[in-house]
Structures are given as C-alpha cells and as structure tokens.
C-alpha cells in the first residue's frame, strides 16, 4: 500500500514538473508567416525582436491596435475588421514568434511589445483604440492600464490565465505553476476608458464566471457585456452580431440590445 502511495506521488510530481516546463509551449501556439499580396506590413523593432504588423492605412487621427488569440495570425481578421472600423488606421499585431515576428512570447515581453506598440502608434495617430481577443485581452487591459486609450474591446476576455487554468486543469496546483498569468483582473482598476466586453455564449475555454470577474472589476458604469448568442470560443467570428457590435461602440454609439446577443451595464445573464 504504502509502495503504490508512494508510486502515485512521484507520478502526480512528475506531471506537475512536466506541465511546468512545457507550459509555454501550451500556452502559445505561433501560426506560421504568410503572405498577403497588397497588405502594407510594418516591422517595428522592439528590445531584441522584430514585430510583424499589418496594417490598414487610413486618413484620419483615429487607430485600432489589434491583440489577436494564442493561436492567431491576425492577418486572418484583416478584411473583417477592415470593414468593420472605415473609420481607424488598423494595427494587427503578431506576437514575438508569431507569423513572422521574431523573438520568443513570454507575458513579459508581449505586454512590453505592446506599450512600444501603442507609443509607435499614438505618434502617427493620436486617438488610440485598442480590442484583444482571448489571449491578446489580457494584453489589452495591461496597454489600457499603462497607458491612456479612447475605447477597450475585449473579445473572449478572462480575469486571469490562473482561473482558466484552473477551470481545465483542476487536479493540478496551477497557481504555483503557472509563470505567465496574465492578471487582468489586478489592472482593471487603472483602466479609464470606456470598456465593452464581447462574450461566446457557449465558450468551452474562456468560462463564462472568469469573464464576468473582469467585467465586474472595472468601475460601475464603464464596462458593458454583449453576450452573442450561440457563438463559441473559436466560432466567434461566424456571427455577424460580433463585430457589428464593436463596430457600434468604438464609433460612440452603444445600443442597449444587439440583435442576436444581449448587453447589460456587467456580464449579461
């Protein structure tokens, strides 16, 4: 008995070991560079690594910094949010190691890339909008924290990578393991802009608890949710009610109802 104990915590040790050095090569999955023929690519050189960001040029002072998912080329989102912002010089950011940037993602480095990318920006443009989805919503509350933005959208956001940690991997310590947490829950209170909070109805990844946390931790009144309706994680996109909602409130006109979807002042039920 006290033999297959014995056995069973070496194994249970072993596990948590594993997890912990290969954690970041779960956490982040880069797509590999492509090619968009006609696309304007700008490559921003930030301590040591170069970022790869696509971008939309318009006339105007308005811009959009786009923080994509753990597994995006954001390139991908081009033609959509494109269509969705006439109004912004977009800025798609692919993370160190992401699609043609160079480097290695740790949190540290991605949430220092991102102020040099706000500042490069906010040279040329100087109404800065910035919307993270997933991964890049802990990316983008760190920006909206740090410093000042006109509108936050946050796509499939989470309080904290712990929590989400926690949801899938219960059995383990997550939080002694994890080295790239992404707190946002912590930063919500240094944000000032006006927040909206797009969440999938049936998101299997991000669970809805952790994305109500963040809603709620921004000050009353300044963080809305629109839930879409039977969208999920990685389906998202599929919904038209996704970027038309965006799309109303970075232009300053929030509704109160998205069709297909509900918004509430906090995380709607």
């Known amino acids: 008995m006290?033999?297959?104990?014995?056995?069973?915590?070496?194994?249970?040790?072993?596990?948590?070991?594993?997890?912990?050095?290969?954690?970041?090569?779960?956490?982040?999955?880069?797509?590999?560079?492509?090619?968009?023929?006609?696309?304007?690519?700008?490559?921003?050189?930030?301590?040591?690594?170069?970022?790869?960001?696509?971008?939309?040029?318009?006339?105007?002072?308005?811009?959009?910094?786009?923080?994509?998912?753990?597994?995006?080329?954001?390139s991908w989102n081009l033609a959509g949010l494109a269509a969705a912002f006439p109004e912004h010089t977009l800025y798609l950011v692919n993370y160190r190691g992401y699609g043609g940037s160079t480097g290695r993602p740790t949190e540290a480095a991605l949430l220092a890339d991102a102020l040099a990318v706000h500042d490069y920006v906010r040279a040329r443009q100087p109404r800065v909008a910035v919307m993270g989805r997933s991964l890049g919503s802990g990316v983008a509350v760190f920006l909206a924290s740090e410093r000042p933005v006109e509108r936050l959208v946050l796509v499939t956001p989470f309080d904290s990578f712990v929590n989400v940690a926690r949801a899938h991997y219960w059995f383990l310590p997550v939080g002694l393991l994890l080295r790239d947490r992404y707190e946002a829950v912590r930063r919500a209170g240094a944000v000032e802009a006006p927040v909206l909070a797009i969440i999938a109805e049936k998101d299997e990844l991000v669970p809805r608890a952790c994305s109500e946390a963040l809603v709620a931790a921004f000050a009353?009144?300044?963080?809305?949710?629109?839930?879409?309706?039977?969208?999920?994680?990685?389906?998202?996109?599929?919904?038209?009610?996704?970027?038309?909602?965006?799309?109303?409130?970075?232009?300053?006109?929030?509704?109160?109802?998205?069709?297909?979807?509900?918004?509430?002042?906090?995380?709607?039920?």
């Open 2 to 74: 006290i033999s297959v104990l014995l056995a069973a915590v070496v194994s249970y040790l072993l596990v948590c070991v594993l997890m912990y050095a290969t954690q970041r090569s779960q956490i982040y999955l880069p797509p590999r560079e492509v090619d968009r023929p006609g696309a304007t690519v700008v490559r921003l050189a930030v301590d040591g690594a170069t970022l790869k960001i696509w971008v939309v040029p318009r006339s105007g002072p308005r811009a959009l910094i786009y923080f994509g998912g753990n597994a995006e080329e954001v």
């Open 220 to 269: 009353p009144g300044q963080a809305r949710a629109v839930v879409i309706r039977g969208a999920a994680h990685n389906s998202l996109d599929l919904s038209p009610e996704y970027l038309a909602s965006a799309a109303d409130f970075l232009e300053g006109t929030q509704t109160d109802a998205v069709a297909g979807g509900s918004a509430t002042g906090a995380a709607a039920p």
